[in-house]
């Protein structure tokens, strides 16, 4: 019962600040190039995770001339990953023999 309250707790929320998306398998510099003309940078954060990296997008900064396409032209992205429980590992914790911790942003 704690684990699966747990679990739960950090799937609910009142107001969402930041939309993750899980990446696997591709390499974060790639997919920074491709953001370009998608989104814009400064509302991007990155998350190194043991399989690959979680992209946090800060929504309230997202540009007006990308609010309305950016969701579809990022799904549409090599190494997304649309199918997972989409959950995102605590940056610091131990995470199977790896300590997710964010990238530093350009």
Known sequence: PHQ???SE???AYSRKVFYDIDFDGVELEMVR??????INA???HFLQTRGG???LIELAKID??????WHQSIAKMEGVDVKGDNLIPIAGCYQ???VPSFYETK
Do not use: A
């Open 9 to 11: 707790i950090q799937k």
């Open 96 to 98: 199977g023999g790896f």
């Open 64 to 69: 007006e001339q990308y609010q309305k396409t």
């Open 4 to 6: 699966e309250i747990m």
């Open 42 to 44: 400064d509302c991007l």
């Open 53 to 55: 990296f979680h992209l």
């Open 33 to 38: 190039t491709k953001l370009n003309g998608i």
